[in-house]
């Protein structure tokens, strides 16, 4: 009798346990979703274009329309959204999310961006010319029409909360899907499926030192922007792809290619580093230390001994004596007394994920 009993009081505390557990999950295991997702879509967010390719100086007797760029009837997700995913048991106060963003997160139109951007790169890296009413046809001129269909854009990633001691951002991953069409004289000539991705480099992990509740708001937020930087990766491949292919289908099918105009790699440098300066807030600065290296970013908070710069998450601290010069976005040499005009607040910490002394 007494064995029966016992083992039917060890029945009933494993039934309470379980139920315990099951209210604590219940109580304590659904305290993220909310905040991870306001967080995500707090701010718009802006797509970045970074001109690293190579150049082509000599352009050949072609010249190239861009008819039309357009989305496919369900290019990207219908909102921003998260989904929280399944974990063993034993992982019981953690949280893991899957996150999804949409089109309405990015301040772009984002045909628009590709548009803007693949007239650059054709500029910077096509053998070909883009065709415009000026265009000079005293060369026997060849022309090619284009049209891109951005067919589908998928932006994602993880998030994991472990508990109250460690909060972890993966890396994001971009894909783009296009469909490209050339043509001539309305007769199709080529076209090809393009696929693409994008990433960031490394996950981002916030620790809780002090073993009390915390929150990594502004590491959700900064993985907003990861996202779109990743969809911002995957889109200039996809571009690159693009002017690669006609590239090489021009050197393949078209005789008599002959140069016909030559530009300097100084020119069109220049030409795009004004079109960066152009997407920069007004409270962009450069601060130049000397010839190779020079820090860009918002100025928030200036000593005696040191200038504070922003850049995103990372917070420079730079000498005085260390700066050479400091310039507006428009290249023109910004004053001490100017810089005394700015209105500084007390610098939170808390906000960068990055710190950086620069001597």
């Known amino acids: 009798m007494k064995i029966k009993k016992i083992v039917k009081?060890?029945?009933?505390?494993?039934?309470?346990i379980i139920v315990l557990l099951i209210i604590f999950i219940g109580v304590f295991g659904c305290s993220y979703n909310e905040t991870l997702y306001?967080?995500?879509?707090?701010?718009?967010?802006?797509?970045?274009?970074?001109y690293d390719s190579e150049?082509?100086?000599?352009?050949k007797n072609v010249l190239i329309s861009i008819n039309n760029i357009e989305f496919s009837k369900s290019t990207m997700i219908d909102s921003t959204n998260i989904v929280k995913q399944s974990l063993p048991i034993i992982y019981y106060d953690w949280e893991k999310y899957s996150c999804f963003i949409d089109e309405d997160l990015i301040n772009e139109d984002i045909p628009s961006f590709v548009h803007d951007n693949l007239i650059e790169m054709i500029n910077r890296s096509a053998i070909f010319l883009m065709d415009h009413p000026d265009s000079n046809n005293n060369f026997n001129m060849k022309k090619y029409q284009l049209d891109i269909i951005i067919d589908?854009?998928?932006?994602?990633?993880e998030f994991i909360f472990m508990g109250e001691q460690t909060?972890?951002?993966?890396?994001?991953?971009?894909?783009?899907?296009?469909?490209?069409?050339?043509?001539?004289?309305?007769?199709?000539?080529y076209t090809k499926k393009v696929i693409q991705k994008?990433?960031?480099?490394?996950?981002?992990?916030?620790k809780n030192q002090n073993f009390t509740r915390f929150n990594s708001s502004d590491l959700q937020e900064q993985y907003a922007t990861d996202m779109v930087k990743a969809l911002s990766t995957a889109l200039k491949n996809s571009i690159s792809e693009i002017i690669h292919n006609i590239n090489v289908y021009l050197q393949q099918n078209e005789k008599d290619l002959i140069t016909i105009k030559e530009i300097s790699v100084q020119d069109v440098q220049q030409k795009q580093y004004e079109q960066v300066i152009k997407t920069l807030p007004i409270s962009f600065l450069t601060f130049n230390i000397n010839e190779s290296n020079t820090i860009n970013g918002k100025l928030i908070s200036v000593?005696?001994?040191?200038?504070?710069?922003?850049?995103?998450?990372?917070?420079?601290?730079?000498?005085?004596?260390?700066?050479?010069?400091?310039?507006?976005?428009n290249l023109k040499i910004v004053t001490e007394d100017e810089l005394?005009?700015?209105?500084?607040?007390?610098?939170?910490?808390n906000k960068y994920l990055e710190f950086k002394e620069i001597e």
């Open 167 to 189: 909060h972890i951002a993966y890396p994001a991953v971009a894909e783009c899907q296009l469909t490209m069409i050339l043509t001539n004289n309305e007769n199709l000539v």
């Open 55 to 59: 150049i082509i100086t000599e352009k």
């Open 303 to 329: 000593d005696q001994n040191n200038f504070y710069v922003e850049n995103e998450k990372t917070l420079y601290t730079i000498k005085r004596k260390s700066i050479i010069s400091i310039t507006d976005r």
């Open 9 to 16: 009081i060890s029945e009933m505390l494993k039934f309470k």
């Open 152 to 157: 589908e854009l998928n932006v994602n990633g």
């Open 340 to 349: 005394s005009q700015i209105g500084f607040h007390r610098i939170n910490y």
């Open 38 to 50: 306001s967080n995500l879509t707090k701010y718009n967010k802006s797509l970045e274009f970074e």
């Open 198 to 206: 994008g990433f960031t480099k490394e996950k981002q992990k916030r």
